[in-house]
């Protein structure tokens, strides 16, 4: 996702890091941004595959960092799909957009 860096103006390709909740700079994962930092640019074409793929990635680490025992998945292809349908909800909410 683009945004532009309120403080120099600068335009940098972001993505959402669910563990500490900010936006991080790609290729820079050492710069992150609360959202009041960024104006985020539209983003005509959405790549919902990619946009999927970064959604599971994060809820699986999210599961491997939260894992004491009491998840209930009996093994990783549980955790998999259990990751993907997440993934697939939020972006059907996505696509809704401003719907209400």
Do not use: C, H, P
């Given at each position: 996702m683009k945004a532009?860096?309120?403080?120099?103006?600068?335009?940098?390709?972001?993505?959402?890091?669910?563990?500490?909740?900010?936006?991080?700079?790609?290729?820079?994962p050492d710069i992150k941004y609360a959202s009041c930092g960024l104006e985020f640019l539209e983003?005509?074409?959405?790549?919902?595959?990619?946009?999927?793929?970064?959604?599971?990635?994060?809820?699986?680490?999210a599961f491997e960092r939260h894992n004491n025992n009491v998840s209930g998945f009996?093994?990783?292809?549980?955790?998999?799909?259990?990751a993907l349908e997440c993934a697939d909800a939020l972006i059907a909410e996505l696509k809704k957009g401003g719907e209400k």
């Open positions: 532009r860096i309120k403080n120099t103006g600068e335009i940098v390709d972001v993505y959402f890091d669910y563990f500490y909740g900010l936006w991080v700079v790609k290729g820079n983003e005509k074409d959405i790549d919902w595959e990619e946009r999927r793929y970064e959604i599971a990635k994060a809820m699986m680490a009996k093994n990783s292809t549980q955790q998999a799909q259990f």
